[in-house]
């Protein structure tokens, strides 16, 4: 059975961990079937202990990357990660309203080990241009009370910020519950019209760099590949459990998943 083989543009940091950002984003993409194509936003030098720099690329220089592969391969989807600052967010703004395909915001603000990866000036430019222009929206908690003012500390909290930032003018917002404690780990899919919940158990584990990334790219591909929205993220949240439970436990510090599970399976 072939499947439409969907193209998503990344436009996000690299990890030279390979963990998180572009490297799991390529992962991510190409383990579910799909194509990527990316334009990086920055180099961080990063491994599983945490990020020791941060070098961000001119943003003009990331709006060629995107142009570049949209005036030829083309996207289905538009994927976004580490962004940095203002400037770079209106860069990106500005790439998505031209392409006019669906976009999956990942608003990544601080790293697992504490680095920044957003200005905290620039948070409300992130609201302002990129949120109304996200078909799907995923902020982690600390993410979501900073998007919103609100306190985000509850599965509760988590779906009244939804509520927030659909009104903000997101079509959809996958709200994830890592950050929320408790032994289940409840992430909440909203649209204006439906709400549905995904839930599993907390595997106890200090290897998930790169979940939310992985995530939303997972996300995206199954737009990219023509799945609905529900299926996407169903699909997308089966992976990241999974890909969390087979990590293989390198480094010291915040381990990188198993993107390349789907394709040892019988392993
Ligand atoms: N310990 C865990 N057990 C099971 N699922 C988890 C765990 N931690 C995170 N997840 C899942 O991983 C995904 C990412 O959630 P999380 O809230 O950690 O995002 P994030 O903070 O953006 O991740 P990152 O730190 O990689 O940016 C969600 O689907 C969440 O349910
Ligand atoms: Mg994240």
Same mark, same amino acid.
């Given at each position: 059975?072939?499947?439409?083989?969907?193209?998503?543009?990344?436009?996000?940091?690299?990890?030279?961990?390979?963990?998180?950002?572009?490297?799991?984003?390529?992962?991510?993409?190409?383990?579910?079937?799909?194509?990527?194509?990316?334009?990086?936003?920055?180099?961080?030098?990063?491994?599983?202990?945490?990020?020791?720099?941060?070098?961000?690329?001119?943003?003009? !220089?990331? =709006?060629?990357? #995107?142009?570049?592969?949209?005036?030829?391969? +083309?996207?289905? *989807?538009?994927? /976004?990660?580490? %962004?940095?600052?203002?400037?770079?967010?209106?860069?990106?703004?500005?790439?998505?309203?031209?392409?006019?395909?669906?976009?999956?915001?990942?608003?990544?603000?601080?790293?697992?080990?504490?680095?920044?990866?957003?200005?905290?000036?620039?948070?409300?430019?992130?609201?302002?241009?990129?949120?109304?222009?996200?078909? !799907?929206? =995923?902020?982690? #908690?600390?993410?979501?009370?900073?998007?919103? +003012?609100?306190? *985000?500390?509850? /599965?509760?909290? %988590?779906?009244?910020?939804?509520?927030?930032?659909?009104?903000?003018?997101?079509?959809?917002?996958?709200?994830?519950?890592?950050?929320?404690?408790?032994?289940?780990?409840?992430?909440?899919?909203?649209?204006?019209?439906?709400?549905?919940?995904?839930?599993?158990?907390?595997?106890?584990?200090?290897?998930?760099?790169?979940?939310?990334?992985?995530? #939303?790219?997972?996300?995206?591909?199954?737009?990219?590949?023509?799945?609905?929205?529900?299926?996407?993220?169903?699909?997308?949240?089966?992976?990241?459990?999974?890909?969390?439970?087979?990590?293989?436990?390198?480094?010291?510090?915040?381990?990188?998943?198993?993107?390349?599970?789907?394709?040892?399976?019988?392993?």
């Amino acid at each position: 059975m072939s499947e439409h083989l969907g193209r998503v543009l990344i436009l996000a940091g690299s990890d030279s961990g390979g963990g998180a950002g572009v490297q799991a984003d390529i992962k991510t993409v190409t383990a579910l079937g799909g194509h990527a194509s990316t334009a990086i936003t920055a180099i961080t030098v990063q491994n599983t202990l945490g990020v020791t720099a941060v070098h961000s690329l001119p943003p003009e !220089l990331v =709006t060629a990357q #995107a142009r570049a592969v949209l005036d030829d391969i +083309g996207a289905d *989807v538009i994927k /976004t990660g580490m %962004l940095g600052d203002t400037a770079m967010i209106e860069a990106v703004a500005s790439v998505i309203a031209g392409a006019g395909v669906p976009t999956v915001i990942d608003p990544v603000m601080i790293a697992k080990g504490g680095a920044v990866l957003l200005e905290p000036y620039a948070v409300q430019a992130l609201a302002d241009a990129l949120i109304p222009l996200a078909a !799907l929206l =995923t902020p982690n #908690a600390p993410e979501a009370a900073a998007l919103t +003012g609100l306190v *985000v500390e509850s /599965t509760d909290d %988590l779906r009244r910020a939804g509520e927030h930032l659909l009104a903000h003018g997101a079509s959809a917002v996958l709200m994830k519950g890592g950050h929320v404690e408790g032994e289940r780990v409840i992430d909440i899919l909203m649209t204006p019209v439906s709400e549905t919940r995904f839930e599993s158990g907390r595997i106890h584990t200090r290897h998930t760099h790169g979940t939310g990334c992985t995530l #939303a790219s997972a996300c995206a591909v199954g737009l990219a590949q023509g799945h609905s929205l529900q299926r996407s993220v169903e699909r997308a949240h089966a992976y990241v459990q999974e890909a969390i439970r087979r990590a293989p436990g390198f480094g010291a510090g915040h381990g990188p998943l198993d993107h390349a599970w789907p394709m040892r399976r019988s392993s």
